[in-house]
């Protein structure tokens, strides 16, 4: 066991430095308008409970960054509503993680939420009603006695209304609840949750397992109805469910689609040259009969990343190493490349009126056409770090 902790604190390690290393990669566009400042002084906090005690309401100190303006410079695409997306800004000290809201018309910025210092926001998901957020955060009483960083899901009034929540206790002090999503109605909550604290009983298994729940919100009991599975999001109708399944040895992926309580899975088979064991992010593109996904090109899919030979690790997901998005039939086919951009992070949202996707990276938000095409930079700084996105009118 002490060896086991000691060898997913050195991944721990490799991952800060595989983050820095991918930081350098950039989204290559033709607008590079100023992006999120690098820092904004706030006091508002949140303070989560300890993973073994029971889920109660933390403290929230009012006050939020005096809001800003940038320029504009997508104009001509005609934009209109609000995205909502993570950004990590930096004091000279610590690192806040905030959740911010842009208008596409006006280039006005609002923080919704900003972290305790040193806390993590790992992906912010706006209910169907647009009144409530929930996220997947980690605050430094959360991370106490933690091997890693644990990430639970809170939920909050976007108005201010009412201070953040954790909905439920950790079943392990390691454990990660991440991933949420909405089912297009409201009456669903989906995530994922990452098992860390419990150790593999196959010595071949190199990765946690990852499992997809479901629970009526706002008082149901989270269900798991996917195992070994993650990236789960739903179709505009809400019947099906994209995700992506992993194997714990290799963390090599499949797409598959099911219904929306998991049931009925069926692989969505890749071919061709350009088929990939990687993938990730997958979402339904407007038309109900094709997927996005985020991955590398096959070539540097199929071959571990020299940083990773020369420290002996198995490659893992897409995520983190610089990707493109991909198209692909919901029965299945060769995919098409849709972007040539080398960013890491990816994640998508569709505009309300399905004209645009809005997608999060590493190094920025930027929109394009659902064939990749029209790629234009809106914000050009959202702290190297993984995030999400989400497109309201």
Known sequence: MGELMQKRAWLGS??????????????????????????????????????????????????????????VSWSSLNLSGKLIFVVNTASTTDTYMDVQELDLHTGGINTLFQSEANGWIDSAVISPDHKQLIMSYSSPTLQ??????????????????????????????????????????????????????????????????????????????????????????????????????????????????ANNDGSNPQQIVLSGPTATNIIDAPIFLPDGKTILFSSPPPVQSRAIPWLD?????????????????????????????????????????????????????GDGVFVMNPDGTNLTMILNNTGGNAGTVNWIP
């Open 144 to 257: 106490q006695g933690a091997s890693f960083t644990p990430l639970a899901l809170f939920s909050f009034q976007v108005d201010g209304s009412q201070p953040p929540h954790q909905l439920f206790p950790l079943p392990l002090k390691d454990d990660q609840e991440v991933e949420p999503v909405w089912s297009p109605d409201g009456k669903y909550l989906y995530f994922v949750l990452v098992n860390n604290g419990i150790p593999p009983a196959d010595p071949n298994q190199h990765f946690p397992i990852y499992q997809i729940f479901r629970m009526a919100y706002p008082d149901g009991q989270p269900q798991l109805i996917l195992d070994k599975a993650y990236w789960p999001r739903l179709s505009a109708d809400g019947s099906k469910l994209i995700y992506v399944s992993e194997n714990p040895d290799d963390m090599t992926n499949k797409l598959f689609v």
């Open 309 to 361: 030979r020369l420290f002996g690790v198995i490659e893992a997901s897409a995520h983190s190493i610089p990707s493109e998005w991909w198209s692909v039939p919901v029965n299945g086919g060769a995919p098409t490349q849709l972007t040539h951009i080398q960013a890491a992070s990816l994640y998508a949202a569709i505009s309300p009126d399905n004209w645009n996707i809005a997608s999060f990276s």
């Open 14 to 71: 490799l991952f800060i430095i595989m983050t820095v290393f991918l930081n350098s990669c950039t989204v290559s566009t033709s607008q590079l308008p100023g992006g999120v400042p690098g820092s904004q002084a706030a006091s508002t906090q949140a303070t989560s409970v300890p993973a073994n005690a029971a889920a109660t309401q933390p403290s929230t100190t009012p006050g939020f960054p005096t809001p800003y303006k940038i320029p």
